[in-house]
C-alpha cells in the first residue's frame, strides 16, 4: 500500500484535479465552474492527501468556518483510484484544534 501523507497547504492543491473530481465525478458538485471552485477554495481551508513517492494528490476536503463557533467540512473527495486505502481515516479531525469551539451543525445537517 502507498505511504500518504496530508497537507493543509493549500498552495498544494491540485485545482485542474480537484475541479475535474467534483465537476465531472461527484454528485453535489457536477456541472461545477472552474470559476467557481477556484472561489470556493479561496474562501475555505482546503486539505489535501497526496501520494508520498510521487507527490501526486489523492485526495481533498475543504472547510468553510467562522474561525470561532462554526465549521462545515464538505466536498470530501478520494479519487476512485485511491479508495478504500485509509485516507479518510487519516484525514478526518486533523483540523479540530481549530474548529474545537464549533458546537453544532447548521440545522439542515441536525440529525432528528
Do not use: K
Not at 79 to 87: F, L, Y
Request: hydrophobic fraction near 30%.
Amino acid at each position: 500500500m502507498p505511504a500518504y501523507e496530508f497537507s493543509a497547504d493549500p498552495r498544494r492543491v491540485d485545482r485542474v484535479t480537484v475541479h475535474r473530481w467534483l465537476s465531472e465525478l461527484s454528485y453535489w458538485a457536477r456541472g461545477r465552474s472552474r470559476e467557481q471552485q477556484d472561489a470556493a477554495i479561496e474562501g475555505s481551508r482546503n486539505y489535501g492527501v497526496y501520494d508520498r513517492d510521487t507527490g501526486e494528490q489523492v485526495g481533498y476536503a475543504r472547510i468553510v468556518t467562522d474561525g470561532a463557533t462554526f465549521a462545515w467540512l464538505c466536498d470530501v473527495f478520494v479519487s476512485p483510484d485511491a479508495r478504500g486505502q485509509g485516507h479518510r481515516q487519516g484525514a478526518h479531525g486533523r483540523d479540530r484544534r481549530r474548529c474545537r469551539t464549533a458546537r453544532r451543525p447548521p440545522c439542515h445537517a441536525r440529525h432528528r
